[in-house]
């Protein structure tokens, strides 16, 4: 069975870091584009970043350029999503998922004190 699976999350202080994580087991992380989002409290889930199966190709949200950094290690089957410089507003639980199947993480929360 396919699976993805996040960790990483925490509480932090505005301004803080935070390394979330996401494991895939049953098959290999690199045949896929990989994606996190993420879901506040009342919204809908929305876009952060993706990278593609190598590794050379990034996209990011405006909310987040700048301060976020996706990368992967196709050797570990793990991606991650390094937050920086971290609002009150990014405050969500973030999911992983993997473009092209319908495999989501369970999510890991991330919560900003400020």
């Known amino acids: 069975q396919v699976q993805l699976v996040e960790s990483g999350g925490g509480l932090v202080q505005a301004g803080g870091s935070l390394r979330p994580s996401c494991v895939a087991s049953?098959?290999?992380?690199?045949?896929?584009?990989v994606g996190w989002f993420r879901q506040a409290p009342g919204k809908e889930r929305e876009f952060v970043a993706r990278?593609?199966?190598?590794?050379?190709?990034?996209v990011y949200a405006d909310s987040v350029k700048g301060r976020f950094t996706i990368s992967r290690d196709n050797a570990k089957n793990t991606a991650y999503l390094q937050l920086n410089s971290l609002k009150p507003e990014d405050t969500a639980i973030y999911y992983c998922?993997?473009?092209?199947?319908?495999?989501w993480g369970q999510g890991t929360q991330v919560t900003v004190s400020s």
């Open positions: 998922t993997a473009y092209g199947s319908t495999l």
């Open positions: 990278i593609s199966q190598s590794g050379g190709n990034t």
């Open positions: 049953g098959r290999r992380i690199s045949t896929y584009t």
